[in-house]
């Protein structure tokens, strides 16, 4: 199939949180897997600060065990959590770790021990953009009613020379008709909904920078994206 895309980049800048990654029962989950007392009589706008003090009254090793395994669950063994602890205040583990389906949590781990840590860890930061697409001709249209993460993985790599690191890892997939590790790519996705006025949809995306790095600075470009299973 054709398809064809116009697509403008609106905003990218740097942010500190995924929205909605630590909610007020997340807060309240992880006071009670580290044994506070009286977590549920937290008020709604103290839970962070003190969720954050509650932390810091661990050493940080046993501090970032313990998100972890609140946050990855049985995902993780002891021994896996352990090699990790030893690397989350010196690495930029949500882009590094060799697994990609770990990325998102990890962030979000990092964020948490931060906020108990601020002088034991760096502020982890990932990437917002907003991007406009508009459909050239009809068939394009479906992809912008129903969006995909393959569909806006593959859109992403077409604003990039192919030295970024989506198509150096990932050319062979882009290609096909399985591009099995977009969902680790886009880790959070907002859409306006598809406008049939001028066929566009309005997205935002949150992911890592090492993902998109090479499009600061591009305000424009075209874009021939598909979503799996849409080649002939």
Not at 64 to 76: A, C, I, N, P, Q
Not at 153 to 166: C, K
Not at 202 to 216: P, R
Request: glycine share 4%; hydrophobic share 35%.
């Amino acid at each position: 199939m054709n398809f064809k895309y116009q697509v403008e980049l609106l905003e990218m800048k740097e942010v500190h949180e995924l929205p909605n990654a630590w909610t007020s029962s997340d807060l309240v989950g992880l006071l009670n897997h580290i044994d506070f007392d009286d977590a549920d009589s937290i008020t709604p706008e103290e839970l962070r600060e003190m969720t954050g003090m509650a932390l810091s009254d661990f050493d940080v090793e046993e501090a970032s065990d313990k998100v972890l395994e609140f946050r990855l669950g049985d995902r993780l063994n002891k021994g896996q959590r352990q090699n990790l602890v030893d690397e989350l205040q010196d690495d930029r583990i949500w882009e590094e770790y060799s697994d990609l389906a770990y990325h998102k949590e990890l962030f979000n781990v990092c964020c948490m021990l931060y906020w108990g840590f601020p002088k034991k860890f760096s502020e982890p930061d990932i990437v917002k953009i907003k991007l406009k697409i508009i459909s050239q001709n009809n068939v394009s249209d479906v992809n912008l009613k129903t969006l995909t993460p393959s569909f806006v993985a593959r859109l992403l790599n077409d604003g990039m020379d192919n030295h970024n690191i989506i198509y150096r890892l990932f050319d062979e997939q882009i290609a096909s008709n399985k591009f099995e590790e977009s969902e680790h790519i886009i880790w959070e996705l907002e859409e306006d909904g598809f406008n049939p006025e001028d066929r566009s949809n309005t997205i935002t995306i949150h992911t890592s920078w090492n993902w998109v790095d090479e499009l600061k600075g591009v305000k424009s470009y075209e874009s021939t994206a598909f979503s799996d299973g849409q080649l002939n």
